[in-house]
DNA sequence: AAAATTGACATTTTT
DNA sequence: TGTCAATTTT
């Protein structure tokens, strides 16, 4: 038996205990959430209840995973079946139980943003859309309008009118691609992510045998992250659970981060309305962070308007102060930090240390020198692995295999024989699909790499769709093509294609297989792999982790928050959670580094920048200052009249859009300006600003 | 019709 | 920096 009194402080035995009726466990970072999570799982186990009853929601399944594990070894034994992963995981599923009752006989797959590109790219030029026009919004542009839309549950037009004022024009055409896009999809039974959702939804509010029988099988669900669902999960959850109503939500609203994708905060703050007499548990004891590093983060929350108050205490109340660090250039930030790390590694493994930064590309100067020092490093965040051409080639192939093969897959494997395109393509999977054999055979006759591929998809039915063996016969097939196409750096990608191979022995089921790698892109399969790297990672990336040491660079405005929040009270509050999601990851020591000036790729030079507003929120007692000297060492802060940074000269927002108009002789340029904030001058140029909020510049 | 070349552009965050 | 679309060459 588990001593719970023993293991739990009170507010967590009262979480894991509490085990009929709803819960909503308020938990505050590195408050021991997991475990909780943990014991409870156990604790129903010990209880009498049977593992398939109950369904472990998480963010990653990676994360699920970790918890079953721990709970089947504090139990003794393994647990067997619980359902667990993600929401769209757990949809995929459903529906692929269920696909006949949605209509889809055949089944359907599951496709990722490249192939909703794909499709999209198809009908503007088929509706002739945007031809010749240069500003006409990108596909993907048009593909995260669309979905984002439907996750915020908010109309195009509204979505358009709010987030992306500068499209307002194209409102119209846009929402011609979305409808056709939606009735592509269907024709060519093809699910993405958005869909899995809502065509969960769909089934278990029209069809009461389904919901039951869900019903039945998940009675006690947890739900981790709960505050980054967005509407649908929400309503999801509460369709499952409304029976009995044992479910637990865990969440903390000061670390939702994810509004961009339709998270949606306001359902932490609405379960108690969904479940009426909702049980709420606070867990505010810090396990994580030394106190000064809570101070700090403290700090942070109190500049928000937190809608369940918190205040995160620790334990360990001696620790050092967090650092402030201010170098001149983004340049040797990349040097100081370096520099830190070898001081902390001294200390620290090289994967217990972690720099955290706002987007993929802020960490290219560090990378730069990382790699002349010869430091080994894991980059989390930025481009998916996945996503790389030669996966998705391969992967291609792989689906080929699947027997019932989508248009896209066929159109992209076909396109990588030589004299094939997309027209050639699109004429064989006609004739495919009309059975007329006769017009293959004759194509593979003149064809001779037609013949092979032909051949190969032959050999690959044989394996039963075992996905080990199918994804090794196709990577020998592709070798030849992959040496052609991508010649400059084989040896990476042929690790990349090794490590498929890998993922894809741990799957017996081949479509099981296909549908992870686009739900779960393993982006995450080399911090296994490399024991003592250095950690990089964007600060949504960093969720739910932890470092003994963390540094987070580039905290000025521009890059934290970033550009595109600076108009919208909201979205400045969701940076601000960034921020202080990124803090909260660090246990003993905490830098924070703010460049004086960055550069610019657009003008080549480095552009003065002023500080992250969050930083000068900051009380100045709760962080050591350090500033770059001319001879690049670091100093204590004295203090200065000008307060010591930079002088904002110019907002580089207005720079650009200068440069822009000089350069390329654009009559008009209107962009969103931060009210009052910045008054610009240009000679020569009136200026204007229009609705309050937006910058018009001519000549 | 496909392949190669040029030219322009935009950079958040992710299931 | 790499990507994407338009243009030219094969």
């Not at 999209?120 to 030029?125: L, V």
């Not at 250039?329 to 200390?347: G, H, P, W, Y």
């Not at 822009?660 to 000679?683: D, E, S, T």
């Amino acid at each position: 038996m588990i001593d719970y009194q023993q293991s739990l402080n009170p507010a967590q035995l009262e979480a894991v205990t509490f085990t009929h009726g709803p819960v909503l466990v308020i938990a505050g970072a590195g408050s021991g959430k997991t475990r909780t999570i943990v014991f409870r799982l156990a604790y129903l186990v010990e209880k009498g209840v049977v593992p398939e009853n109950m369904l472990l929601l998480t963010f990653t399944r990676k994360a699920a995973n970790e918890m079953l594990s721990r709970a089947a070894a504090l139990v003794g034994r393994e647990l067997g079946s619980v359902s667990g992963g993600t929401f769209h995981g757990f949809c995929f599923l459903l529906l692929r139980k269920f696909a006949g009752v949605l209509g889809y006989n055949n089944g359907f797959q599951v496709m990722d943003s490249g192939d909703s590109e794909d499709i999209i790219r198809g009908i503007r030029s088929e509706l002739r859309l945007g031809k010749g026009d240069r500003s006409f919004p990108r596909n993907r542009t048009i593909l995260s309008l669309i979905s984002k839309s439907r996750n915020k549950e908010v109309s195009l037009e509204k979505l358009i009118e709010k987030d992306a004022f500068h499209l307002r024009e194209y409102t119209e055409d846009i929402d011609r691609v979305k409808n056709a896009y939606f009735m592509e999809k269907q024709r060519l039974s093809l699910l993405d992510y958005d869909d899995l959702l809502f065509f969960t939804e769909r089934l278990l509010s029209e069809n009461r045998e389904v919901l039951e029988f869900v019903r039945s099988v998940y009675r006690y669900i947890m739900v981790d992250e709960y505050q980054d669902t967005n509407l649908v999960q929400a309503r999801l959850a509460g369709l499952i659970a409304s029976r009995e109503g044992n479910i637990m939500v865990v969440g903390d609203d000061a670390q939702s981060i994810y509004g961009f994708r339709g998270a949606d905060v306001g359902n932490i703050l609405d379960f108690p309305g969904l479940f009426p007499g909702a049980h709420i548990v606070r867990l505010e004891e810090n396990y994580r962070s030394t106190q000064p590093i809570l101070d700090l983060t403290n700090n942070i929350l109190a500049h928000m308007d937190a809608k369940f108050e918190k205040k995160l205490y620790s334990s360990r109340t001696e620790g050092i102060m967090p650092e402030l660090i201010r170098p001149a250039s983004d340049m040797s930030q990349a040097k100081m930090v370096m520099s830190r790390i070898i001081e902390l590694n001294t200390e620290y493994p090289l994967h217990e240390i972690a720099v955290l930064f706002r987007a993929g590309y802020h960490s290219y100067p560090l990378e730069v020198e990382l790699n002349k020092a010869s430091v080994p490093y894991q980059k989390f965040g930025g481009i998916k692995f996945s996503e790389a051409a030669h996966i998705k080639d391969v992967l291609s192939l792989t689906r080929l295999a699947g027997g019932s093969p989508d248009f896209l897959s066929w159109k992209r494997a076909l396109g990588l024989l030589p004299g094939v395109g997309p027209k050639t393509a699109e004429k064989l999977f006609k004739a495919y699909e009309l059975g007329d054999h006769q017009q293959l055979i004759n194509f593979a006759g003149k064809h001779k790499e037609f013949a092979e591929l032909r051949d190969l998809m032959t050999s690959l039915s044989e394996f039963g769709g075992n996905p080990s063996l199918v994804v090794s016969s196709v990577i020998s097939f592709y070798g030849p093509y992959l040496e052609k196409q991508h010649a400059e750096d084989l040896p990476r990608r042929l690790g990349g294609l090794e490590q498929l191979e890998q993922i894809a022995a741990g799957y017996d089921e081949l479509d099981i297989f296909l549908a992870d790698m686009v739900l779960e892109p393993p982006d995450a399969l080399g911090y296994s792999a490399r024991e003592d790297a250095l950690v990089l990672s964007t600060i949504h990336s960093a969720k739910g982790l932890e470092w003994p040491a963390v540094m987070i660079i580039d905290l000025v405005e521009d890059r934290l928050p970033s550009r595109h929040a600076l108009l919208d009270p909201s979205e400045m509050d969701e940076e601000r959670r960034l921020l202080y999601v990124a803090c909260t990851r660090a246990r003993d020591y905490l830098g924070l580094f703010v460049p004086c000036c960055v550069h610019h790729r657009a003008s080549g030079f480095h552009q003065p920048v002023s500080q992250s507003p969050f930083i000068s929120e900051l009380s100045s007692n709760l962080f050591k200052e350090l500033r770059e000297t001319t001879l690049g060492r670091l100093k204590p802060r004295k203090e200065s009249p000008s307060g010591g940074h930079v002088p904002h000269q110019r907002s580089s927002v207005a720079a650009s859009a200068y440069c822009r108009h000089k350069l390329f002789g654009r009559g008009k340029i209107i962009m969103a300006m931060p009210p009052n904030k910045y008054k610009v001058n240009f000679p020569g140029f009136g200026l204007k600003i229009i609705n309050g909020d937006y910058l018009e510049i001519e000549e």
